[in-house]
């Protein structure tokens, strides 16, 4: 079993709706939570950051982590065709001596229709 | 502020053969990690460097390694190449200290026929 969970979809939803994506993990270790937006043939873009549970938002989207879950989420508000790509959760422990490895859902395809 | 910069973008070798791919982080991050994506595995982290000391590695074979020199610039190498290191190859630079943002070059794209 993967560390790290995340359904690769496609999920296909229509322009101005709000979209939520989820991963699982099993590594209660895992403190810092991250989302990424890869367009084809780019390198991942950071969307949001979050350290341990609890919310945050950045315009139009919206990060949850629930640590007691293991569950985290983001939530897209009036989705564009822009948004269109695909979404990887990311979420790592770190320590001053093993440092920082970033442990990757395999990526939710989005497709936002006009 | 320029972001991670990656080269080359695209290389095609021949089985058999040893590549290096270089990678320039953020101005300022001391952490450089490499990573691997293919189709089918996904993103898999190769290794992290940080003050030119490998913190941390992934579980690929000694074939794949690294460096990280004193400006924090970073070289990974491939050696004897396989079929099956076909994939985009992505460097992450980060501050390093604390579980800070992780920031992706644009990646170096790797065909081996």
């Known amino acids: 079993q993967k560390e790290v969970e995340q359904d690769p979809g496609p999920l296909s939803v229509p322009e101005g709706a709000i979209v939520s994506l989820n991963c699982t993990y099993s590594n209660s270790a895992f403190q810092y939570f991250m989302w990424y937006r890869q367009y084809s043939r780019k390198g991942p873009e950071l969307l949001m950051y979050?350290?341990?549970?609890g919310n945050k938002e950045d315009g139009r989207f919206t990060a949850q982590v629930d640590k007691s879950s293991k569950y985290i989420s983001l939530f897209i508000r009036d989705s564009q065709p822009s948004d269109s790509a695909t979404y990887l959760c990311?979420?790592?422990?770190?320590?001053?001596?093993?440092?920082?490895?970033?442990?990757f859902g395999k990526g939710t395809s989005l497709l936002v229709t006009p | 502020k320029a972001g991670v910069t990656q080269t080359p973008r695209y290389l095609i070798k021949t089985r058999g053969q040893q590549v290096t791919l270089s990678c320039s982080p953020i101005?300022?991050?001391?952490?450089v990690s490499w990573y691997q994506q293919t189709p089918g595995q996904g993103l898999q982290f190769l290794f992290e460097?940080?003050?030119?000391?490998?913190?941390n590695k992934g579980n690929f074979p000694g074939r794949f390694s690294g460096r990280q020199f004193s400006n924090s610039r970073s070289e990974m190498n491939v050696s004897t190449l396989e079929l099956g290191d076909s994939a985009l190859y992505l460097c992450a630079s980060s501050l390093g200290e604390g579980g800070t943002e992780a920031f992706f070059g644009q990646g170096t794209r790797l065909t081996v026929v």
């Open positions: 101005s300022g991050h001391r952490s």
């Open positions: 979050t350290y341990s549970s």
């Open positions: 460097y940080f003050s030119e000391t490998q913190r």
């Open positions: 990311a979420m790592s422990a770190w320590g001053s001596n093993s440092g920082y490895a970033l442990n």
